[in-house]
């Protein structure tokens, strides 16, 4: 067992063993400001906790503090351990949190993707920790994925196989954009159902994705409208005909949200796209068409008697 960074520099991450290397030698190494040596040590740690991922937990602390390294093979191995630690220990890794939140918005689209997977281990028991982080969270949302595919292989357009290549590659890192927005959107689905006045302030922006957004996206922003409007409608107000405009959505969580909402603003000019859509040929089912029929009664009703 070795602790001298020297010494751990020498050791191979493919063949290394958790007795090879003691806690404190790899702490060590990782706060060095060598690049070489805190790159290397971050290889040793990911290659040690496949083995034995106990033996690394103490290291939290300090990978945690690896999250504003500038080195991306660092942050990489720090991501994909805490990710490890935290689907058995997730307290052991919220401190993490503000770090992961902000690297949800790191030009590199590895990082936010193994950043977001850590953030949706963590969410899973324990959304309520995302509570503090609503604005860093829709920030995260509002972030349009990039097509690196555009372009970027004419470089290549006279020789196939290299093209396709940097197609793939690409490719990939377009389908990690959207996996980090679509798991950063069901966290937020999440803090809205438990914790509402933690998403108001963020009204209008959840405004704006649902008439720009889709899917996940769209989801947990017509959910947080809703859950903002059983207390105050008022702060939705703006919200009535992009979500008038989004019933047609074949999702039934959008569908059931959007309704309720509605019927929470109370505003008369929702009550014919209700009807027409509670009456239309889409296949809804029977509790949502009559969900739909009874919020435009009562809004119609409402708004004679105001």
Do not use: K
């Not at 060095?32 to 040590?41: G, K, P």
Request: glycine share 4%; aromatic share 2%.
């Amino acid at each position: 067992m070795t602790g001298d960074n020297d010494e751990i520099t020498a050791l191979d991450p493919e063949t290394v063993s958790p007795g090879d290397v003691d806690t404190e030698g790899l702490r060590a190494a990782l706060e060095r400001e060598d690049n070489l040596v805190r790159t290397h040590a971050a290889r040793l740690v990911s290659a040690v906790a496949e083995r034995d991922l106990d033996s690394v937990e103490p290291l939290v602390p300090t990978l945690v503090g690896a999250l504003d390294d500038d080195r991306i093979v660092v942050l990489r191995e720090s991501l994909v351990v805490l990710a490890a630690i935290a689907e058995d220990s997730p307290e052991a890794v919220r401190e993490a949190i503000p770090s992961l939140c902000s690297l949800l918005e790191h030009e590199t689209p590895l990082i936010p993707a193994l950043a977001s997977e850590v953030v949706r281990v963590l969410a899973v028991e324990r959304a309520e920790w995302f509570v503090p982080h609503v604005g860093e969270l829709v920030t995260a949302m509002e972030t349009e994925p990039t097509d690196p595919t555009a372009g970027g292989a004419d470089a290549f357009s006279n020789d196939a196989e290299p093209r396709a290549h940097v197609t793939d590659v690409y490719r990939e890192e377009l389908r990690r954009q959207i996996t980090a927005r679509t798991v950063v959107a069901n966290v937020v689905y999440e803090v809205a159902t438990i914790d509402p006045e933690s998403v108001r302030p963020h009204a209008s922006r959840f405004v704006a994705l649902i008439e720009a957004g889709s899917g996940a996206v769209l989801s947990a922003s017509v959910c947080a409208v809703n859950m903002i409007s059983e207390a105050n409608p008022e702060a939705v107000e703006n919200a009535v005909e992009p979500l008038c405009d989004r019933l047609s959505v074949p999702d039934r969580a959008v569908q059931v949200h959007a309704v309720s909402a509605l019927g929470n603003v109370g505003d008369p000019t929702a009550v014919e796209p209700l009807r027409e859509f509670a009456d239309g040929d889409a296949p809804l089912d029977d509790e949502i068409r009559s969900l739909a029929r009874t919020t435009a009664d009562g809004t119609a009703d409402d708004s004679r008697t105001a």
